[in-house]
């Protein structure tokens, strides 16, 4: 496998000013599959490359360390992206004995970079936690909120730019950070809106819903990452360059909940962003960006039951999710009509009998399920799990520096070559 070791750093253009590292939790190599045939215009006889066949350079592995075994959970898999060190399942920004390991962000930071995250869970969950803060257990929300503010590197908070969900933690009756981090000169915002009117360079937090944010299907905007990440860049830019963590962190949600459609949606989302920052890049080519999984989630099958057939044009035009149907459908005078509508395809044969009797069903988890169910069956989709897969991920890179990304890695090897580029600086 590669190491630091590797990298030939043979002119300035190799070292990056700015870093952005984008972290597709839960999205396995099957996510990838899915999203091009979902993506792919059905009126052309071939199905179309997108964004991330063109940056595609490789694969790592992401099993944690020994005392957990080969299949890791996000916060192991954090760990090692943030700080090239493996820990055990559960633990945020420290090694295998419990004991802090810094990680590129706050070494940036200590460089006198601009810092931030952009996520669509809450900025304290377990992916930016890794990279911000230092905690025994990713439960520990709390606590991890307070260290946002608490621990400084050298004299300074450890993000400028903090963008997700997460207000039940950041205000609480025995504490408000929030007030505490506008005290200090933060800019706060509720809304996306509202970051339109922060003027560039600000420090700036932004909670926008009280754990994580919306699905995709269900958000106001259907491309908020793209959208977080566009105005985060607006205030992380400066001389001396900037390290940005991004995450599309429901795609993971989608896949713990066998949800093909949030699956596909969450996908999305992160490709719009992707493709944001390759255009970004064009135009600041000193700027790098590597896209990876923290791992693979619910085992997705593209076909299913000994059928050798997908069928995505089932998900291409939903309205809303799964979830949000299944809340919804009891009020309606005609739930079938509903949910049609919602899905956003003409039902056929038994379709409108089978939502009717799921419309029936006396909570909202048994229509939940019942409606991933339906769809699974006409999109013909598999699932193995409803938690995490030991399977490697694969790893995009474009940008000063993209080189050293190339052939199987292991997921340390990603933190370990962004220090070496920081040290270069």
Avoid: C
């Avoid at 792919?40 to 199905?47: G, R």
């Avoid at 001396?240 to 066998?258: C, I, K, M, P």
């Avoid at 009891?330 to 009717?356: C, H, I, K, M, W």
């Amino acid at each position: 496998m590669a190491t630091t070791s590797d990298v030939t750093l043979t002119n300035d253009k190799h070292i990056p000013r700015n870093i952005i590292m984008v972290v597709a939790d839960g999205m396995g190599p099957a996510y990838t599959t899915a999203y091009r045939n979902y993506a792919d215009d059905p009126s052309t006889p071939a199905i179309e490359t997108g964004i991330l066949d063109e940056i595609l350079v490789g694969n790592a592995s992401t099993y944690p360390a020994a005392v957990s075994g080969y299949v890791t959970d996000s916060a192991a898999a954090a760990t090692a992206l943030a700080t090239g060190v493996k820990s055990y399942n559960g633990a945020i920004g420290v090694d295998a004995n419990k004991q802090p390991v810094e990680s590129v962000l706050q070494r940036a930071k200590k460089l006198g970079m601009r810092t931030g995250v952009a996520v669509t869970s809450q900025i304290n969950h377990a992916t930016p936690a890794s990279y911000l803060a230092h905690n025994e257990s990713r439960k520990n929300y709390d606590a991890i909120a307070d260290s946002f503010y608490d621990d400084k590197v050298n004299g300074h908070f450890v993000a400028n730019v903090m963008l997700g969900g997460g207000t039940q933690y950041f205000v609480r009756e025995d504490r408000n950070l929030v007030t505490a981090f506008t005290e200090n000169g933060y800019q706060y915002v509720e809304a996306y809106d509202e970051l339109a009117s922060v003027p560039a360079g600000s420090d700036v937090i932004g909670l926008f819903a009280p754990v994580g944010l919306p699905a995709a299907l269900d958000d106001e905007n259907h491309h908020r990452l793209s959208y977080m990440t566009e105005h985060a860049i607006k205030h992380l830019e400066n001389p001396e360059g900037f390290f940005l963590l991004v995450e599309a962190s429901q795609v993971d949600w989608a896949g713990h909940a066998n949800d093909i459609g949030s699956a596909m949606a969450e996908m999305d989302d992160m490709s719009v962003t992707v493709s944001y920052l390759h255009d970004y890049v064009a135009a600041h080519p000193d700027t790098l960006v590597v896209l990876t999984a923290d791992h693979s989630t619910g085992g997705l099958t593209i076909g299913a039951n000994g059928v050798y057939e997908w069928h995505p044009e089932y998900l291409r035009n939903m309205q809303s999710s799964v979830s949000s149907i299944a809340v919804n459908m009891v009020s309606e005078d005609s739930p079938a009509g509903y949910a049609e509508a919602q899905l956003g395809f003409t039902f056929e044969g038994d379709d409108t009998a089978r939502v009717t009797d799921i419309a029936a069903l006396p909570d909202f988890e048994a229509r939940e399920t019942a409606l991933k169910a339906f769809l699974d069956e006409k999109t013909n989709t598999g699932w193995t799990t409803g938690g995490h897969t030991g399977v490697d991920v694969e790893v995009f890179a474009f940008g000063a520096g993209a080189h050293a990304f190339a052939g199987q890695l292991d997921n340390t090897d990603i933190a370990k070559t962004f220090f070496q580029y920081l040290e270069a600086k």
